[in-house]
């Protein structure tokens, strides 16, 4: 993934006050212009609100950092199932650290949290263990879920049918039978970068299950980038192409779609 864009290329679209809902602006690949950078996206009004993801106690405590610097910018603070043995062993009492910081008044939601399967010798069991402790979690302080789901989604619905909370799936890659479900189950939608993709039919397909008021987009910047910027660093300003994307394929001007899923966000985050 290359630094940045090419400076010849243009991001700037009609479409403003964008809610990207999942971001990751603690990663090194921002250390150089972090700063300008989301300075540059909430001045110019194209983005009116971020949502920080974070993977693990690391980065939940980074993420309510740069929030408390930005009046738009948001945390969810949680583990994602491949950072429980990643970056530091996940602590016994990570519970009560994240709750803990969950009594910051920028901590709108739980996680990442939830199951990746794409790595064959991950520990399912462990994943499951810790996704529902977070489950738990959320249900406690009455926050929503912030879900990472990679080749488990019948896992997942399993589990959100034993254990019911308000969640967001990011970064939605299932079918449209599993969407139509989750949305029936009461769970929002979440789509970015990869539904401008050339392979990105599932997808497209999914994005016609889900009604309007589920419906929220996101970059999962600095990754994911649109199919435009494959191989460079994403950020929150791109999330205008899965909304332009998405507004051609449902028939919906992107500017008003823009503004339903900036509320969706809102009234799921509790903003």
Same mark, same amino acid.
């Given at each position: ?164 909370? %308000? &969640? ?8 449209? /039978? #599993? *969407? !139509? +479900? ?50 460079? %660093? &994403? ?8 909304? /332009? #994307? *998405? !507004? +051609? ?23």
């Amino acid at each position: 993934m290359s630094a940045k864009i090419p400076v010849s290329e243009d991001i700037s679209r009609s479409v403003k006050g964008i809610f990207d809902t999942h971001c990751h602006y603690d990663e090194s690949v921002f250390d150089s212009d972090r700063r300008d950078l989301l300075d540059e996206m909430f001045e110019s009004g194209t983005v009116s609100g971020l949502m920080h993801a974070s993977c693990d106690l690391i980065s939940s405590q980074a993420g309510i950092k740069l929030a408390e610097e930005y009046e738009n910018y948001y945390c969810a603070i949680g583990i994602h199932p491949t950072y429980i043995h990643f970056r530091e062993e996940l602590p016994s009492d990570y519970i009560d650290r994240l709750k803990m910081l969950a009594s910051h008044p920028k901590v709108r939601a739980i996680g990442e949290a939830g199951l990746d399967y794409h790595d064959k010798s991950a520990d399912r069991e462990e994943q499951k263990r810790v996704f529902i402790e977070q489950i738990k979690l959320s249900q406690e302080l009455d926050l929503p879920l912030i879900i990472h789901c990679r080749s488990a989604y019948g896992d997942l619905v399993d589990i959100l049918k034993k254990h019911p909370a %308000r &969640c967001i799936c990011h970064c939605f890659g299932g079918s449209a /039978e #599993t *969407a !139509a +479900e989750l949305v029936k189950m009461g769970h929002y939608i979440a789509f970015g970068g990869a539904l401008t993709w050339k392979n990105a039919g599932k997808p497209r397909r999914a994005l016609k299950a889900v009604p309007t008021d589920r419906l929220l987009f996101e970059t999962d910047a600095p990754f994911l980038a649109p199919e435009v910027f494959r191989g460079y %660093r &994403c950020d929150s300003r791109m999330t205008v192409y899965a909304i /332009e #994307t *998405a !507004a +051609e394929i449902l028939g919906i001007p992107a500017q008003e779609l823009a503004d339903i899923t900036r509320e969706n966000a809102k009234r799921i985050f509790d903003i």
